[in-house]
C-alpha cells in the first residue's frame, strides 16, 4: 500500500485548507484511514480518524473544525479543515491500517499565520 497526500500549504489564521490522501495498491477490505500531525518539537497525535465501519474519531482540537471523509470506492480520505489556528501548524500525515499493517504517506505541511 502506497499513499499519496496532498493539499497542504499556507493559509492565514481563520482560513481553510483540504487534504487528501490516496491509497494504491491491492486491498481486498476497507481500512482503516485516518490523519495524524507532527508539530515542531512535539510528538505526532491524532486528527481524525475513521474505521473500517465507518466510525469517525476527532481529536478534541479538531472537533468542530475539521470534518474527515472517504470514499471507499476510490480508497481516497480527505481532511477538510476549517477555522485554522496557528496552532495548527504542523506536518499532516495520512495513516492507512489495514490487515494490521499501519502505512504512512509522506506529509504535507500546513502552515497558519496569525
Known amino acids: 500500500v502506497q499513499l499519496q497526500a496532498s493539499g497542504g500549504g499556507l493559509v492565514q489564521s481563520g482560513g481553510s485548507l483540504r487534504l487528501s490522501c490516496a491509497a494504491s495498491?491491492?486491498?481486498?477490505?476497507?481500512?482503516?484511514m485516518g490523519w495524524y500531525r507532527q508539530a515542531p518539537g512535539k510528538q505526532r497525535e491524532l486528527v481524525a480518524l475513521?474505521?473500517?465501519?465507518?466510525?469517525?474519531t476527532y481529536a478534541d482540537s479538531a472537533k468542530g473544525r475539521f470534518t474527515i471523509y472517504r470514499d471507499v470506492a476510490k480508497n481516497t480520505v480527505h481532511l477538510q479543515m476549517t477555522t485554522l489556528k496557528p496552532e495548527d501548524t504542523a506536518v499532516y500525515y495520512c495513516?492507512?491500517?489495514?490487515?494490521?499493517?499501519?502505512?504512512w504517506g509522506q506529509g504535507t505541511l500546513v502552515t497558519v499565520s496569525s
Open positions: 495513516n492507512v491500517v489495514y490487515m494490521l499493517r499501519s502505512y
Open positions: 495498491g491491492k486491498m481486498f477490505n476497507t481500512p482503516s
Open positions: 475513521v474505521t473500517p465501519d465507518g466510525r469517525i
